[in-house]
């Protein structure tokens, strides 16, 4: 793919001067636009029409949660960078891909532009899986299967099975360790890697058994069993046994906190 374009918003000038200086230390990187007004970013989005935004959150006039919410499924993957703690599982609630808090380091900084750019790549990645699946259907006159299937007999799936590019790819549902909601698709963390698939959240988790699986936020579900700790520095964030940290949202934060004492009596 052609180098990213990163726009770089921030009403401080000195601060987004140094993120836009690091960030085009990165020669993967094309193109850096710099905004001061979060009231402008629409028009430079659709002007400039960048792969990355990286986003304070206090800003006059309009804040960097309101402006994420203007950004629709094709719009750019949104990092936030701000010196303020409470906003994070908010943040997550957007779908932002990091949360880096000032101060913060050049290296903290470049992991979180690594992070954004290999979202991109995800999603450029299954959008082309899916053209060249749609075309192959097209060509054979063989409907194509629905991404997500199981036998209808069973109440929740002890397996499901993806249609990744040209081929199926079937997981336990014991193998999943989360599921996290990238636009059209989802990306499935499991024991064998990761599965970008374009099938709803939702549809997912109809078909998960509620008892092992549940939503830590609006677009993420993790496997109970493979949450190893529950940290409540800077919010609530579920510690996964591949190392992820997935944030909850404080709406959902007590349901999770009591299926969660739940699960540790159950295995007592």
């Not at 949104?78 to 943040?91: D, H």
């Not at 996964?240 to 944030?247: A, F, K, N, T």
């Not at 959902?252 to 159950?266: H, M, N, P, S, Y």
């Amino acid at each position: 793919m052609n180098g990213f374009r990163v726009v770089v918003v921030d009403d401080e000038p000195l601060a987004r001067m140094m993120v836009a200086s690091l960030i085009r230390r990165d020669p993967e990187v094309d193109t850096v636009v710099e905004c001061g007004e979060a009231m402008r970013v629409p028009d430079v989005l659709a002007s400039e029409r960048p792969h990355i935004l990286f986003l304070d959150i206090e800003m006059p006039g309009m804040d960097g949660l309101q402006v994420a919410r203007l950004i629709d499924e094709a719009g750019p993957v949104v990092v936030f960078i701000t010196a303020f703690s409470q906003y994070a599982a908010r943040a997550f609630d957007v779908n932002a891909v990091d949360y880096v808090m000032k101060p913060f380091s050049d290296q903290r900084l470049a992991d979180a532009l690594e992070r954004a750019k290999r979202r991109v790549r995800e999603r450029r990645l299954g959008a082309l899986a899916n053209q060249a699946a749609s075309l192959s259907a097209e060509g054979s006159g063989v409907k194509e299967a629905p991404p997500a299937t199981e036998a209808a007999a069973a109440p929740y799936a002890p397996r499901l099975a993806f249609k990744v590019g040209d081929r199926a790819v079937v997981l336990k549902t014991e193998e999943i360790v989360w599921i996290e909601a990238e636009d059209y698709y989802v990306l499935v963390h499991s024991t064998r890697g990761r599965h970008l698939v374009r099938v709803p959240l939702a549809s997912l988790e109809e078909r998960l058994d509620p008892q092992c699986f549940i939503r830590a936020h609006r677009g993420a579900i993790v496997n109970l069993r493979e949450v190893n700790e529950l940290d409540h520095s800077d919010g609530a964030w579920l510690v996964m046994s591949d190392g992820s940290r997935v944030p909850v949202s404080r709406s959902r934060r007590r349901t999770v906190e009591e299926r969660l004492l739940a699960r540790d009596a159950r295995f007592r």
